[in-house]
Every structure is written in C-alpha cells, then in structure tokens.
C-alpha cells in the first residue's frame, strides 16, 4: 500500500509565495509520477502540475511561470512551489502517486489566498 501526505497549505496574500510538499511512502517502485491537482468550491479537480522519476514536468498553462513542479526521489517527496498567489488560487490542492496503473491521492491541503 502507499500513503501519500500533503503539507504547507495556509493563508497568504495575494502576491504571496506558499511551497507545498507531498510526502509518499509504502511499497513505491523505482518509476512513479507524482502530481498536483486542485479543487475549488463547485468545481471539479483540475490539473496542476506532474512530475517523474526521471524529472520531466509538465504543468498546467493556467499557472506556468508562477507554479513550479519538483522532487527529492531519495525522500519520495514532490514539492509544489507558488509564486505570486492569486485569490482565484483559492482551493484545496490534492498531491497523487501514480505507479503500475494505480493512482494514490492524499487527503489534501486548503491554500486561501485573500487580503
């Protein structure tokens, strides 16, 4: 089984800066990608960023240049870096593992950002 643990959520002010980090442990094989999604109120789950074994990264167009996507295998850690928060970045944001066709979501952790 693997367990996945996000962190580093809170509250900023616009313009502010949050890093979060997504911890996994349990059985995780040498090849996994690791993601961030997000979830406001009455929307649905959306696409943040991923990231591989190998680093490649891939990140959503809505957040690139602010958002960056990174990992520290040897901990099986991913970290989300969150530059210049918006207050329409209000949400919870959910880290998942991927490995061997299974997916293994956290429970999430709310970044409010507001004045």
């Known amino acids: 089984q693997v367990q996945v643990v996000e962190s580093g959520g809170g509250l900023v002010q616009p313009g502010g800066s949050l890093r979060l980090s997504c911890a996994a442990s349990g059985s995780i094989f040498s090849f996994y990608r690791m993601g961030w999604y997000r979830q406001a109120p009455g929307n649905q789950r959306a696409f943040i960023a991923a990231?591989?074994?190998?680093?490649?990264?891939n990140t959503a167009n809505s957040v690139k240049g602010r958002f960056t996507i990174s990992r520290d295998n040897a901990k099986n850690t991913a970290f989300l870096q969150m530059n210049d928060l918006k207050p329409e970045d209000t949400a919870v944001y959910f880290c998942?593992?991927?490995?061997?066709?299974?997916?293994?979501w956290g429970q999430g952790t709310q970044v409010t950002v507001s004045s």
């Open positions: 998942m593992l991927a490995q061997l066709s299974r997916e293994y």
């Open positions: 990231i591989t074994s190998d680093g490649s990264t």
